[in-house]
């Protein structure tokens, strides 16, 4: 990987790389509906191709050997397979609920206060998140957050 740069030619191919979000099909996958669920943040393959998209978007054809897939991601969607990787339960815009009673300057959110994941802090030990509550950004850890709805949720794979 050529860490400065964020453009073409970032990854090399047959070089190890790591999704950092979850893939779902966007219309340029065959067989499948526009939505549906084809790869897990964290997945590990080898970039096989270098292409762009509309002229101005460099797209990797990354093979996960692992689901038998191979899906076209963009430099910001990648890592290499061997930078630090700490999974989370949660994602962007995943939204969630507070477990505890969350103390701010002017109050507390109560436990059960709703919010949505902005941000996922994956160098940090505990794992934390800057989630949106009603008003204002709160830094907090994953072990004080649950689903907002648990029927839909899915949880990472092991």
Partial sequence: MIEERYDEERFEFGERVRLTRNVRNDGTYPGMDVGDFLLRRGSVGNVIEVGTFLQDQVIYTVHFLDAGRMVGCRAEELISADAP??????????QVVCTIDIP??????????????LKVLRDSDPLLYHVRFPGKTM?????????????????PEA
């Avoid at 701010?104 to 994941?117: H, K, L, R, S, V």
């Avoid at 830094?139 to 949880?155: G, M, N, R, W």
């Fill in 85 to 94: 990787w700490n999974p989370s339960r949660f994602e962007f815009r995943d």
């Fill in 139 to 155: 830094q907090v850890p994953e072990s004080v957050l649950e689903p907002a709805d648990p029927a839909t949720f899915k949880e």
């Fill in 104 to 117: 701010t300057q002017d109050g507390n959110f109560p436990a059960g206060t709703q919010g949505e994941i």
